[in-house]
């Protein structure tokens, strides 16, 4: 059984890696071999003792094993290729079935990317006998992370069949999120700490060894040494592991193909009354009622709460509190572009807009009321707190105020825009398994709403900015109504043409959701050609690679030497000296915009050349 589950994972690749899939595949295939030879570098380099680059080797290895687990997150529920939905009316046993789709998985250029990069055990190995140790560990390594992915997956799978599950699937997303994301932090204390010299905390070091993403290495050390029962000890705890967890994971499968996530009641006669006032509201309670039922629009709530929270929390690892006045505008832009899909969200209910003509403003509206009361309340709170915990001075409250009502009003106009116009169709939700991860390839959405949120707040910065840098305070304070003001212009141009774009192309878009996420399906877009590959890669490149010098290397830099902030952390233009830092941090500002350009206006005149194209051969 297994070789025919592999045979028709190759098939199904054959067929679907065209176009932007195949171009995202390619890109991050580069990425990775770039990731893994940077980890065998490490393994073999001497640019720290033995026991520092052990642990050093053991951060590395314990960063592709969450890299691992939290990519389901990003890919919208991992591989769905092969789906075990697919199989429930076989006679198929479910450790059988659990061990076929895990060997399945080894087909792809994420498993080979990950056994390249665990050779760097290889690399670590001092002797014949560590050599030999190593290429067994290097085999169950790459079988472990993969089976802990789908175990994590599965256990989401079940586990979020409630709203409490759903919150605490949110809550340990979120938290390996940050920890990814944030690394920096630890990076920069041991740096700042002089560990990279003098060693790691024994209890870090032993925490770090204790990790399974570590037991490969603790054998082949314990082989080099002669410690032949720890070296044992090791190796057979990776295979337990591994056949626990496909234990595991096969009981799971059993219980997520027999049976169905509950819906639990919704708000109550509050909601009711704020029906009386017309279609706009009807349509706002009826989306508010689905954010408190629908178990995916709860987890993606949740995780944008909890990962701003708790991506301005990590920094006080190194008593720094300057992300804390930021805390709202994270879970902002976090929750625009996790509810940038809303439609697409919904499936085939659509139809019950388009039969009513005439609706499409309201209902258009309605979702950018609902997504404002939800995301508004909570958001203001949260940058309250922040800003007087880390003690904000008046111009600190004017930046972040504004930049929590720019992204407000930017935020509520994108969900709608992003939703009609690059629509991901997904699984109906009367077909969901109750994973909150099956939200179909959303990666390239949520990357492109966090860029545009970031841009809808640039009116709202240049105020600011100019009243900071002439030391006027009434000017910087000025930036609030300016971010109001631009907001609600966002919110309202951009619902506008949201509303045209479903009343002009309904059908289409109905005519993709019908395809339901399947891979075998094909999405409807008149007028949309399909690139090359090689502009298709290109083009996928720069909306994931253009956040980089746009943000974390330019906006941030700008903004901390503007503010007169002495902090340096890991941005490039603060290590340098006047009168470089400016120019530096402005020329990664234009390169991350010059790479969103690309990425944006590629497409679209390749399209135009395709229908000019068309016509002439008309």
Same mark, same amino acid.
């Given at each position: 059984?297994?070789?025919?589950?592999?045979?028709?994972?190759?098939?199904?690749?054959?067929?679907?890696?065209?176009?932007?899939?195949?171009?995202?595949?390619?890109?991050?295939?580069?990425?990775?071999?770039?990731?893994?030879?940077?980890?065998?570098?490490?393994?073999?380099?001497?640019?720290?003792?033995?026991?520092?680059?052990?642990?050093?080797?053991?951060?590395?290895?314990?960063?592709?094993?969450?890299?691992?687990?939290?990519?389901?997150?990003?890919?919208?529920?991992?591989?769905?290729?092969?789906?075990?939905?697919?199989?429930?009316?076989?006679?198929?046993?479910?450790?059988?079935?659990?061990?076929?789709?895990?060997?399945?998985?080894?087909?792809?250029?994420?498993?080979?990317?990950?056994?390249?990069?665990?050779?760097?055990?290889?690399?670590?190995?001092?002797?014949?006998?560590?050599?030999?140790?190593?290429?067994?560990?290097?085999?169950?390594?790459?079988?472990?992370?993969?089976?802990?992915?789908?175990?994590?997956?599965?256990?989401?799978?079940?586990?979020?069949?409630?709203?409490?599950?759903?919150?605490?699937?949110?809550?340990?997303?979120?938290?390996?999120?940050?920890?990814?994301?944030?690394?920096?932090?630890?990076?920069?204390?041991?740096?700042?700490?002089?560990?990279?010299?003098?060693?790691?905390?024994?209890?870090?070091?032993?925490?770090?060894?204790?990790?399974?993403?570590?037991?490969?290495?603790?054998?082949?050390?314990?082989? +080099?040494?002669?410690? %032949? &029962?720890?070296?044992?000890?090791?190796? !057979?705890? *990776? #295979?337990?592991?591994? =056949?626990?967890? @496909? /234990?595991?994971?096969?009981?799971?499968?059993?219980?997520?193909?027999?049976?169905?996530?509950?819906?639990?009641?919704?708000?109550?006669?509050?909601?009711?009354?704020?029906?009386?006032?017309?279609?706009?509201?009807?349509?706002?309670?009826?989306?508010?009622?689905?954010?408190?039922?629908?178990?995916?629009?709860?987890?993606?709530?949740?995780?944008?709460?909890?990962?701003?929270?708790?991506?301005?929390?990590?920094?006080?690892?190194?008593?720094?509190?300057?992300?804390?006045?930021?805390?709202?505008?994270?879970?902002?832009?976090?929750?625009?572009?996790?509810?940038?899909?809303?439609?697409?969200?919904? +499936?085939?209910?659509? %139809? &019950?807009?388009?039969?009513?003509?005439? !609706?499409? *403003? #309201?209902?258009?509206? =309605?979702?950018? @009321? /609902?997504?404002?009361?939800?995301?508004?309340?909570?958001?203001?709170?949260?940058?309250?707190?922040?800003?007087?915990?880390?003690?904000?001075?008046?111009?600190?409250?004017?930046?972040?105020?504004?930049?929590?009502?720019?992204?407000?009003?930017?935020?509520?106009?994108?969900?709608?825009?992003?939703?009609?116009?690059?629509?991901?169709?997904?699984?109906?939700?009367?077909?969901?398994?109750?994973?909150?991860?099956?939200?179909?390839?959303?990666?390239?959405?949520?990357?492109?709403?966090?860029?545009?949120?970031?841009?809808?707040?640039?009116?709202?910065?240049?105020?600011?900015?100019?009243?900071?840098?002439?030391?006027?305070?009434? &000017?910087?304070?000025?930036?609030?109504?300016?971010? *109001? #003001?631009?907001?609600?212009?966002?919110?309202?141009?951009?619902?506008?043409?949201?509303?045209?774009?479903?009343?002009?192309?309904?059908?289409?878009?109905?005519?993709?959701?019908?395809?339901?996420?399947?891979?075998?399906?094909?999405?409807?877009?008149?007028?949309?050609?399909?690139?090359?590959?090689?502009?298709?890669?290109?083009?996928?490149?720069?909306?994931?690679?253009?956040?980089?010098?746009?943000?974390?290397?330019?906006?941030?830099?700008?903004?901390?030497?503007?503010?007169?902030?002495?902090?340096?952390?890991?941005?490039?233009?603060?290590?340098?000296?006047?009168?470089?830092?400016?120019?530096?941090?402005?020329?990664?500002?234009?390169?991350?915009?010059?790479?969103?350009?690309?990425?944006?206006?590629?497409?679209?005149?390749?399209?135009?050349?395709?229908?000019?194209?068309?016509?002439?051969?008309?």
């Amino acid at each position: 059984m297994a070789g025919v589950l592999i045979a028709m994972r190759l098939r199904v690749l054959a067929h679907t890696l065209t176009g932007s899939r195949a171009a995202a595949m390619i890109s991050g295939g580069i990425a990775g071999l770039l990731l893994a030879a940077g980890t065998i570098a490490l393994a073999g380099s001497d640019l720290a003792p033995g026991q520092v680059r052990g642990d050093l080797l053991a951060i590395v290895l314990a960063c592709w094993m969450f890299g691992w687990i939290l990519g389901p997150v990003y890919t919208g529920g991992g591989d769905d290729s092969l789906r075990p939905e697919q199989f429930s009316l076989l006679p198929l046993r479910p450790l059988p079935l659990a061990f076929g789709l895990l060997t399945a998985g080894f087909v792809g250029i994420a498993p080979a990317v990950s056994l390249i990069a665990f050779t760097a055990l290889i690399a670590h190995a001092q002797g014949v006998a560590a050599v030999a140790v190593a290429v067994i560990a290097v085999v169950l390594q790459l079988i472990l992370v993969l089976m802990l992915s789908r175990l994590v997956v599965g256990v989401l799978a079940v586990a979020v069949r409630s709203r409490l599950g759903a919150i605490l699937a949110a809550l340990v997303n979120a938290s390996m999120a940050v920890l990814l994301n944030q690394s920096w932090v630890l990076i920069w204390a041991a740096v700042d700490s002089d560990l990279l010299t003098y060693g790691f905390p024994p209890g870090f070091s032993a925490v770090l060894h204790w990790l399974p993403s570590s037991w490969g290495m603790v054998a082949i050390d314990a082989a +080099g040494r002669g410690d %032949w &029962l720890l070296a044992a000890v090791a190796v !057979g705890g *990776l #295979a337990a592991l591994i =056949g626990v967890a @496909l /234990a595991v994971w096969a009981r799971l499968l059993a219980r997520r193909t027999t049976t169905r996530a509950g819906m639990s009641a919704g708000r109550g006669s509050l909601l009711d009354r704020f029906t009386d006032g017309g279609t706009t509201r009807a349509v706002a309670v009826k989306e508010l009622r689905t954010w408190s039922r629908d178990l995916m629009r709860i987890h993606f709530f949740y995780y944008s709460v909890f990962f701003g929270v708790l991506y301005t929390l990590v920094p006080l690892i190194i008593d720094w509190r300057g992300m804390l006045p930021w805390t709202g505008v994270i879970i902002v832009a976090m929750a625009a572009a996790t509810s940038a899909n809303l439609f697409g969200l919904d +499936g085939t209910a659509l %139809w &019950l807009n388009l039969v009513n003509p005439g !609706g499409e *403003l #309201a209902e258009v509206r =309605g979702r950018q @009321l /609902a997504w404002l009361l939800q995301t508004a309340p909570v958001t203001l709170l949260i940058t309250v707190v922040g800003t007087i915990v880390a003690g904000g001075d008046p111009q600190t409250w004017a930046w972040a105020l504004a930049l929590l009502f720019a992204a407000l009003g930017g935020g509520a106009g994108l969900i709608v825009l992003v939703s009609v116009f690059a629509l991901v169709p997904v699984l109906e939700p009367k077909r969901r398994s109750g994973n909150p991860l099956e939200a179909g390839p959303i990666f390239g959405q949520i990357i492109g709403t966090l860029l545009l949120v970031c841009v809808t707040t640039v009116p709202a910065v240049v105020v600011a900015w100019a009243g900071t840098r002439s030391d006027q305070p009434l &000017l910087t304070w000025a930036a609030v109504p300016a971010a *109001l #003001a631009t907001g609600a212009w966002f919110t309202w141009w951009c619902g506008r043409a949201a509303a045209r774009r479903l009343r002009a192309t309904g059908p289409e878009l109905l005519a993709t959701m019908r395809s339901g996420g399947t891979v075998t399906a094909v999405a409807v877009r008149p007028g949309a050609a399909e690139l090359p590959p090689r502009l298709s890669a290109l083009v996928t490149t720069m909306w994931i690679v253009c956040w980089v010098p746009l943000f974390p290397q330019g906006i941030v830099p700008l903004w901390m030497i503007f503010s007169g902030s002495e902090n340096r952390l890991w941005f490039l233009a603060l290590h340098l000296d006047d009168p470089w830092r400016i120019p530096v941090a402005a020329a990664f500002l234009l390169l991350g915009l010059a790479m969103l350009t690309v990425g944006t206006v590629v497409p679209l005149r390749y399209g135009r050349l395709q229908k000019s194209a068309a016509r002439i051969r008309r």
